[in-house]
């Protein structure tokens, strides 16, 4: 098992940026394909970006794609979601989650049954 702490989370304006992080702890963050999801009051949560272990992959819903973008440093274990161009609809709850795999280096998984480990979660709340 891994263990995910996001921080970074915050009140913004619309139109700005903001950077989440994610840092894991515990065994080889590099065995890791990545993910955030993001889930608003009364909503199901949902995918918003993801980055394969070697971090040469990432994959985007279009609700995201062009505005966020998300990376991973191997020295210090974490994964980062840049999110720029902000929208009131981007508020929600971020949490970040991890997949164990060894058999590919390059695949990304978009949904939640991918994932097995997840983070508490960091708030974003983008005012108008």
């Known amino acids: 098992q891994v263990q995910l702490v996001e921080s970074g989370g915050g009140l913004v304006q619309a139109g700005t940026s903001l950077r989440l992080s994610c840092a894991a702890s515990?065994?080889?963050?590099?065995?890791?394909?990545m993910g955030w999801f993001r889930q608003a009051p009364g909503m199901e949560r949902e995918f918003v970006a993801a980055?394969?272990?070697?971090?040469?992959?990432?994959y985007f819903p279009d609700s995201v794609k062009g505005r966020f973008t998300i990376s991973r440093d191997g020295a210090k274990n974490t994964v980062f979601l840049q999110m720029s161009s902000l929208k009131p609809e981007d508020t929600a709850l971020y949490y970040c989650?991890?997949?164990?795999?060894?058999?590919?280096?390059?695949?990304?998984?978009?949904?939640?049954?991918?994932?097995?480990?997840w983070g508490q979660g960091t708030q974003v709340t983008v005012s108008s």
């Open positions: 515990g065994r080889a963050f590099n065995s890791y394909a």
């Open positions: 989650a991890a997949r164990e795999i060894y058999s590919s280096y390059s695949a990304t998984f978009s949904h939640e049954y991918d994932y097995n480990n």
């Open positions: 980055i394969s272990r070697s971090g040469s992959n990432t």
